[in-house]
C-alpha cells in the first residue's frame, strides 16, 4: 500500500532561516506528488505539485520542491523562512489512475521574528 | 479562486446523536468529492469517494452504515455520522475536484467533538 513520510512532526526557525522539510513515499509505480499549506485558520492550499518534467518544481512564496525517483523523496525547501510561513505543511502522493490522496502526517512550522 | 464551503466548522454533540456534514463546491461543479478525517498528531486519512448520483466508495475499514455519504448535486455532498461516539471525534475535511479543470480544493474543516 501507499504511503507517505513526513519526519519532521515540528520545526521552530528564525526568520530568515533556510527550510527544508522531508517527504517520502512508498510506491513503485508513477506518482503525482504535492505539497499542501494550511495556514492557522485556514483552507488546505496546493503550495506545489510535480506530474512530470523538470523535477525541480517552484511553487507560490518562494517554496521549491525537488522530486529524486531514486530516493523516493519530495522535499520542500524555502531558503529564507519568513514569519507568515507558520503553518501546517502535508506532503500528498496520488498513483497515476486513482483519484486518492494519500497524505503525510504533516508537519508543523513555526517560524519566530 | 475556487472555494468549498465545508459547514459547520465546529460541533459538539451528545454520543448517540447524529451529525450532518456539508461541504459544497461554491463556484465550481464537481462530480466527486472526498471525505477524509484526521485525528490528533496523525495524518489525513481517506474516508470515502463521493460520486454525483452515485453512491459513494468507502476505503477498507470505514463503516459506511456509520458514515453515510450523500451527493445530491454537483455542488453538494453531505457527511452524517450516525449514533455518533467519543471515537468518532476527529477532524473531517472535504474536498472536490472541479469538473472543467480536475483541480483538488480542500474545505476548511469540521472539528467534531463527541461527548
Known amino acids: 500500500a501507499q504511503s507517505v513520510s513526513q519526519h519532521n512532526h515540528h520545526v521552530i526557525l528564525s526568520e530568515a532561516a533556510s527550510l527544508e522539510l522531508g517527504c517520502n513515499y512508498s510506491y513503485g509505480g508513477t506518482v503525482n506528488l504535492f505539497w499542501y499549506v494550511q495556514y492557522p485558520g485556514q483552507h488546505l492550499q496546493l503550495l506545489l505539485k510535480?506530474?512530470?518534467?523538470?523535477?525541480l518544481v517552484k511553487g507560490i512564496k518562494g517554496f521549491e520542491a525537488e522530486f529524486i525517483k531514486s530516493k523516493f523523496s519530495f522535499n520542500l525547501r524555502k531558503p529564507s523562512v519568513q514569519w507568515s510561513d507558520t503553518a501546517e505543511y502535508f506532503c500528498?502522493?496520488?498513483?497515476?489512475?486513482?483519484?486518492?490522496?494519500?497524505f503525510g502526517t504533516g508537519t508543523r512550522l513555526q517560524v519566530f521574528p | 479562486g475556487a472555494v468549498v464551503s465545508q459547514h459547520p466548522s465546529w460541533v459538539i454533540c451528545k454520543s448517540g446523536t447524529s451529525v450532518k456534514i456539508e461541504c459544497r463546491s461554491l463556484?465550481?461543479?464537481?462530480?466527486?468529492m472526498f471525505w477524509y478525517r484526521q485525528f490528533p498528531k496523525q495524518s489525513l486519512m481517506l474516508m470515502a469517494t463521493?460520486?454525483?448520483?452515485?453512491?459513494?466508495?468507502?476505503e477498507q475499514g470505514v463503516e459506511k452504515d456509520k458514515f453515510l455519504i450523500n451527493h445530491a448535486s454537483l455542488t453538494l455532498s453531505t457527511l452524517t455520522v450516525t449514533s455518533a461516539h467519543p471515537e468518532d471525534s476527529s477532524f473531517y475535511i472535504c474536498?472536490?475536484?472541479?469538473?472543467?479543470?480536475?483541480?483538488?480544493?480542500f474545505g476548511s474543516g469540521t472539528q467534531l467533538s463527541v461527548l
Open positions: 463556484d465550481f461543479q464537481a462530480t466527486t
Open positions: 474536498s472536490a475536484r472541479d469538473m472543467e479543470n480536475e483541480k483538488l480544493f
Open positions: 500528498a502522493v496520488n498513483a497515476l489512475n486513482t483519484d486518492k490522496l494519500i
Open positions: 463521493s460520486n454525483e448520483g452515485s453512491k459513494a466508495t468507502y
Open positions: 510535480y506530474f512530470s518534467g523538470d523535477p
